[in-house]
């Protein structure tokens, strides 16, 4: 019997927990009124979540994406695309703590897959994040 990832719509909301059930879903986010933290399950090897922004035009409020702990920081990174169009470049957060990811004003074509590595405590980044601003790594 083969598997299939129902996908989930975020609601516009200041908050959004990540089920470890939904691994392996797309995680569809709408054009919000205000910065939404969405927060990652405990870490285990394997789960995987994919994060896309669904809205038409660049959107006012930004993502925040905890893994929850300093101890399950991002490794791995980005690659922001700057839609005024004068930088492409690679980000990522400083390998060993950073784990608060912020989208700033995400536009179109935004998606940003979460992994969990091999080891069941760090997330790796991996997607595109389309915006004038660069996004931020913080650590809790």
Sequence with gaps: MPVTHV?????DAATYTVLA????SRHYIPDLTAT???????PKAGLWFEFLYKGVAADAQDWVITTG???NYYIGGLTHLDTDG?????????????????VVKPDVGT?????????????????????VTVPSFADQ
């Design 7 to 11: 996908p989930v719509t975020i609601a």
């Design 21 to 24: 059930q939904n691994t392996g």
């Design 36 to 42: 939404c933290t969405i927060t990652l399950p405990a």
């Design 69 to 71: 702990s300093d101890t």
């Design 86 to 102: 004068n930088l492409v470049d690679s980000i990522a957060g400083d390998g060993n703590s950073n784990s608060k990811l912020t």
């Design 111 to 131: 998606r940003i897959l979460v992994e969990c590595e091999a080891g069941g405590i760090l997330w790796t980044l991996s997607g595109y994040a389309n915006s």
